[in-house]
Nanobody, 121 residues
Framework: VQLQASGGGQVQAGGSLKLACTAS????????LAWYRQAPGSQRELVAF???????IYTDSVKVRFTISRDNVKKRVYLQMDSLIPEDTAVYYC????????????????WGQGTLVTVFS
C-alpha cells in the first residue's frame, strides 16, 4: 500500500494547517487510518486514528485542537490542526492499519513519506 501525505508547512503559533493523505489500497474503506508524528530526537507517536466505522481517538495533547476525518470515495484521510503550538512541530506520517479492542495496530509496510509541519512562535 502506498500512502502520499501532503499539506505540511510553516505556520505561526495559533494558526491552522490541514494535512491530507491519499492511499492506493483497493480495500481502503475496511481499514482504520492514523496520523503519527515524529519530532527531532523523539520517537514516533500516535496522534489520532479513525476506525473504518468512524470512531476517532486522539492523544491527549491534541484533543480539541485536531480533527481526523476520512473520505472513503477519494481514499483520503485528513488531519485538521488548529491552535497549533511549537510543540506540534514534527514530521507527520499517515498509516493504514487495524482498529481492535480500542487500540490502533499500524501496518508497518504502509507508512507514507511524511510531511513536515513547523510551528514558530
Amino acid at each position: 500500500v502506498q500512502l502520499q501525505a501532503s499539506g505540511g508547512g510553516q505556520v505561526q503559533a495559533g494558526g491552522s494547517l490541514k494535512l491530507a493523505c491519499t492511499a492506493s489500497s483497493n480495500a481502503f474503506g475496511a481499514y482504520a487510518l492514523a496520523w503519527y508524528r515524529q519530532a527531532p530526537g523523539s520517537q514516533r507517536e500516535l496522534v489520532a486514528f479513525i476506525s473504518n466505522l468512524g470512531t476517532t481517538i486522539y492523544t491527549d495533547s491534541v484533543k480539541v485542537r485536531f480533527t481526523i476525518s476520512r473520505d472513503n470515495v477519494k481514499k483520503r484521510v485528513y488531519l485538521q490542526m488548529d491552535s497549533l503550538i511549537p510543540e506540534d512541530t514534527a514530521v507527520y506520517y499517515c498509516n493504514l492499519g487495524v482498529y481492535a479492542s480500542g487500540d490502533y495496530y499500524p501496518n508497518e509496510d504502509s507508512w507514507g513519506q511524511g510531511t513536515l509541519v513547523t510551528v514558530f512562535s
